[in-house]
């Protein structure tokens, strides 16, 4: 019931496209859902982040999409550059816990 | 970045010699937290702390111990390395705010255990 389910574990997508990355969850006291955004040699690095009051969140290129009743979330990156390749995680956290559960990572390539 | 450094960066070793791996951080946050990351795996938690000499275990802590003496500082050790442990370690902190509590990550230090 811990665990966060993401997929696919690795995407190509040509320069110009859409790429999407799916998670899900079980836990129903998660009530924040992050995506890390981390390059080769660097640390993970907050992307874009939502909490269940609503149903979607843009930032940019980027776009998180929630869907509470399936237990579902999803990031979108909209006009995908090749500056955009990199390992993408997924996270989901439960009010006073201060603890991340994470998904496995997507490996997105971006075609020039 | 958060103020958060690691260090070594990069570390070699032997099967059964001990490892220390340190976490520095400059803004006072309560939280630490200890992470390894490896393919497949994702971001697993093997330790966390919540203050000053306040510890606990993650979903991944067998043969590794942590210490927190100080604010600033979170230390990971490696009684005896294992050829099972070689990974990238990321330390953590979690920024606290009115709506919202936000981890941010160190650079990492990759650990290799011959």
């Given amino acids: ?112 | 970045d958060a103020g958060i450094t690691q260090s070594p960066r990069h570390k070699v070793t032997e099967t059964g010699t001990p490892v220390t791996l340190r976490c520095h951080q400059t803004e006072n946050h309560r939280y630490m937290y200890w992470y390894r990351q490896d393919p497949g795996h994702g971001l697993r938690l093997i330790h966390y702390s919540y203050g000053v000499k306040d510890t606990d275990k993650g979903e991944v802590s067998d043969g590794y111990s942590v210490s927190r003496s100080k604010t600033e500082d979170f230390l990971l050790t490696l009684e005896s390395a294992t050829s099972s442990q070689t990974s990238v370690y990321f330390c953590a902190i979690t920024s606290t705010g009115a709506r919202t509590d936000t981890q941010y990550f160190g650079p990492g230090t990759r650990l290799t255990v011959l």
Avoid at chain 1, 23 to 31: G, K, P
Avoid at chain 1, 50 to 56: A, C, G, Q
Avoid at chain 1, 65 to 86: T, V
Wanted: proline share 5%; glycine share 8%.
């Fill in chain 1, 1 to 112: 019931q811990q665990q966060v389910k993401q997929s696919p574990q690795s995407l190509i997508v040509q320069k110009g496209g859409i790429s999407i990355i799916n998670c899900a969850y079980e836990n129903t006291a998660f009530d924040y859902f992050p995506w890390y955004q981390q390059f080769p040699g660097k640390g993970p690095a907050l992307l874009i982040a939502i909490r269940p009051d609503v149903s979607e969140k843009k930032e940019g290129r980027f776009t998180i999409s929630f869907n509470k009743s399936a237990k579902q979330f999803s990031l979108h990156i909209m006009d995908s550059q090749p500056g955009d390749s990199a390992t993408y995680f997924c996270a989901a956290s439960a009010s006073g816990t201060y603890k991340y559960i994470f998904g496995t990572g997507t490996r997105l390539k971006v075609l020039a």
